[in-house]
């Protein structure tokens, strides 16, 4: 029987978010805030607070939300290499910051974070984000 190719990617992309979580220190350590007192969690949006039957609803891999008033939106990607940002994906990103923002109704500063294997890619959406963690980052220390 034939491996199917979504199959793989699913899984690698699950598998790689697990990895992520089971090294939250690692990955606090590679932002710079290793000594900043956090909560970790996942977060979905509740479809019952939309504010038009047109938005689309928002999960969030985990959230970060430090004791100096930031909130840090960490986005897991897996890909074999680095990691491209399209517009879908952008414009993805952008609706996850504000949906989460209006339905949480958070005075706090949001930052994007995206952790990925091998890098984000340079282009026009990479400021779409405001930092980033690789991998070979969560296994040091």
């Known amino acids: 029987m034939p491996i199917d190719p979504d199959s793989i990617r699913s899984w690698s992309g699950l598998a790689f978010e697990r990895v992520c979580l089971q090294h939250i220190h690692q990955l606090k350590q590679a932002m710079g805030i290793a000594a900043v007192a956090t ?3 996942a977060w979905r949006s509740d479809p019952k607070k939309k504010r038009s039957k047109e938005e689309e ?3 969030i891999d985990l959230l970060i939300e430090r004791g100096d008033g930031v909130i840090n939106i960490c986005e897991m990607k897996w890909s074999s290499g680095e990691f491209t940002i399209t517009k879908e994906d952008s414009l993805s990103l952008e609706n996850k910051v504000e949906v989460f923002q209006y339905q949480t ?3 706090s500063a949001v930052m994007l974070t995206m ?3 091998f890098g984000v890619k340079h282009n026009m959406y990479y400021d779409t984000i405001q930092s980033e963690v690789t991998i070979d980052q969560l296994f040091v220390g």
């Open 105 to 107: 109704d958070t005075k």
């Open 39 to 41: 909560k970790e969690y």
């Open 57 to 59: 609803g928002a999960q």
């Open 115 to 117: 952790v990925t294997a």
